[in-house]
C-alpha cells in the first residue's frame, strides 16, 4: 500500500537526520553539561595600556552619540589612554559631526561609485588607519564597538587584564540593551546569553578557542600587524576574521565578566534581517572553509576547528531539530495509531513488518531524548534568567518570566530565518534601533 511505502520513507529520512544531527547535538548536550563550571578570572594588571576603540558607523545619528559619551563617561580606565574612532561609513546624516561632538576622533569613507562593501570596509578603514601611528600615537590593542552598543564600567580595564596577561584576540559576555522589550529581544537576548554563558565559557575552560564576534572584540595590534590588517571581504567578516586567526595559529579567549550590551531586534523583520545575513554569511564560510577545518584538525589535533565546523553546521541542523523532528513523529504516532486501529490488517503484516516497528519505535525513543535534552537546555535557560538577568536586559527577575517558556517558538524562528539566509544571496538589511538618543542630542 501506498501509505507502507510512504511510511518506510520517511522513515528512512529519519535515520539519515538523527545520524547526521547526532554529533554536534551530543556536543552540545556536553557543553550545557558543562555550563556549570567556574568562570575563568584574569589577573589584575597594573600595566595599562593605550586603546582605540573603533566603531563603524552608516547613518546612526540617532544612537552615535549615546554610544560615544557613553564610553567616555562610564569607563573605569584612565581617560588619556583611550581614544574612540567612529568611521562615518556612506553616511547621508549628520553621524560624523555628532560623533565629533561627542569627543571620537572621525574618519570618512565613502565608497567609489557602483562599489558595493559591507560592514568590513570601514573596519579595515580605521584598523588601516590605526596601524599607521606609530611612536607616542600608537596603541597596544584596539576594541571594536557597533554603533549601538554599551559596556559595563570595568569593560576597558578587563579587557586590558586579558592583553597584559598575553591574549590577542578576545570576547566579551554579549549581553541586551533591551532584552525585556518584547518577545523577540526576549528571545534574541537568551540565545546570546546561551552563546555565552553554556559556549565561550566551556571552550575557556577547555582551552578552545573562543568564537570572537564583531561587538566588543578585542585585537591586538601586535596580531593585525602579523596577519596583515582586517583581511575580511564576507557579510559575515567577524566569523571569517575569526576563522582566518584561527587558521594563522591564534586562539581566541573570553573574558567573561566584561560585558557589551546590544540592542535586540524588536519585531520579525529585524530578526528576519539579522538572521539572513547570518545564515547567508555562515553558510558561505562553511561551504568555503569544511575541507580546511577538518585538515587543520587531522593536522594539529586542536579540537577546536572541528568545533567551529560543526558550529556552522548548526544553521542548517537547527532547522532539521525544530521542524523535521515535531512533524515527523507527529506523523509516526498518527500511522501507528491508525494501523492499530486497523487489528486484524495489522496482524496480518509479515515479519519484517513488525521489525521495522521495533525499530521505528527505538528511534522514536531518540526523539524523545532529544526532545528532553531541549527540555534540559529550558531548565538551564531558567536558571540563566535567573543569575544572569541583568546582562540579559532585566531589572528584575520575573521580567524574564515568561521567556524560557516562549524560547522553543523562537527556536523554530530562528532556525527558519536562518535556512531562509543559508538559500539566499548575501544582503544587508537595516535593524531598526530602539535605544533613543540621549535628551542632550535632541
Not at 529550558?378 to 515568561?402: N, P, T
Request: glycine share 8%.
Amino acid at each position: 500500500m501506498w501509505h507502507e511505502i510512504l511510511f518506510r520513507v520517511l522513515s528512512i529520512i529519519n535515520y539519515v537526520v538523527l545520524i547526521i544531527i547526532a554529533i554536534p547535538v551530543f556536543l552540545q548536550v556536553m557543553f550545557i553539561l558543562l555550563g556549570f563550571l567556574p568562570k575563568k578570572t584574569w589577573k589584575k594588571s597594573s600595566k595599562k595600556g593605550r586603546i582605540a576603540y573603533l566603531i563603524p558607523a552608516h547613518n546612526e545619528a540617532d544612537v552615535i552619540y549615546g554610544t560615544v559619551k557613553a564610553v567616555f563617561d562610564g569607563q573605569e580606565y584612565p581617560k588619556e589612554l583611550f581614544d574612540v574612532y567612529v568611521v562615518a561609513h556612506n553616511c547621508t546624516d549628520n553621524t560624523a559631526e555628532l560623533a565629533g561632538k561627542a569627543g571620537a576622533k572621525v574618519l570618512v569613507l565613502d565608497d567609489p561609485p557602483g562599489v558595493k562593501t559591507y560592514l568590513y570596509a570601514p573596519i579595515r578603514f580605521g584598523i588601516e588607519h590605526l596601524l599607521s601611528l606609530e611612536g607616542e600615537q600608537a596603541y597596544d590593542f584596539v576594541l571594536r564597538l557597533d554603533a549601538d552598543n554599551r559596556i559595563n564600567p570595568e569593560f576597558t580595564s578587563l579587557m586590558n587584564d586579558a592583553y597584559q596577561a598575553g591574549v590577542d584576540f578576545a570576547r566579551p559576555y554579549e549581553g541586551a540593551l533591551n532584552g525585556t522589550q518584547n518577545f523577540y529581544t526576549k528571545a534574541c537576548a537568551m540565545m546570546y546569553a546561551f552563546d555565552s554563558r553554556y559556549g565561550s565559557r566551556v571552550r575557556e575552560r577547555l582551552h578552545l578557542a573562543a568564537h570572537v564576534n564583531g561587538p566588543g572584540a578585542m585585537f591586538s595590534m601586535k596580531m593585525l600587524r602579523e596577519c596583515g590588517g582586517y583581511d575580511c571581504t564576507s557579510i559575515s567578516d567577524d566569523a571569517e576574521f575569526n576563522m582566518k586567526r584561527m587558521f594563522d595559529g591564534y586562539k581566541g579567549h573570553f573574558v567573561e565578566e566584561a560585558v557589551v550590551y546590544e540592542d535586540m531586534p524588536s519585531s520579525y523583520k529585524d530578526t528576519l534581517n539579522r538572521n539572513k545575513r547570518m545564515g547567508s554569511g555562515a553558510s558561505g564560510l562553511f561551504k568555503k572553509n569544511a575541507g580546511k577545518l577538518w585538515g587543520h584538525f587531522f593536522r594539529t589535533g586542536d579540537f577546536s576547528f572541528l568545533e567551529v565546523y560543526f558550529l556552522f553546521s548548526l544553521s542548517l541542523l537547527n532547522v532539521l531539530l525544530c521542524v523535521w523532528l515535531p512533524l515527523y513523529y507527529i506523523y509516526h504516532f498518527i500511522y501507528c495509531g491508525f494501523a492499530g486501529w486497523g487489528g486484524m490488517e495489522l496482524a496480518m503484516q509479515p515479519p519484517e513488518y513488525y521489525q521495522a516497528m521495533i525499530w521505528n519505535t527505538v528511534w522514536c525513543a531518540v526523539g524523545i531524548a532529544v526532545g528532553l535534552f531541549l527540555l534540559f537546555g529550558y531548565v538551564q535557560g531558567i536558571f540563566l534568567a535567573l543569575s544572569d538577568y541583568k546582562k540579559l536586559g532585566a531589572k528584575r527577575r520575573r521580567e524574564l518570566a515568561g521567556t524560557v517558556l516562549g524560547f522553543p517558538a523562537f527556536l523554530i524562528l530562528y532556525g527558519i530565518t536562518l535556512l531562509v539566509g543559508a538559500c539566499s544571496k548575501p544582503s544587508w538589511g537595516k535593524v531598526a534601533r530602539n535605544v533613543p538618543p540621549p535628551q542632550s542630542q535632541k
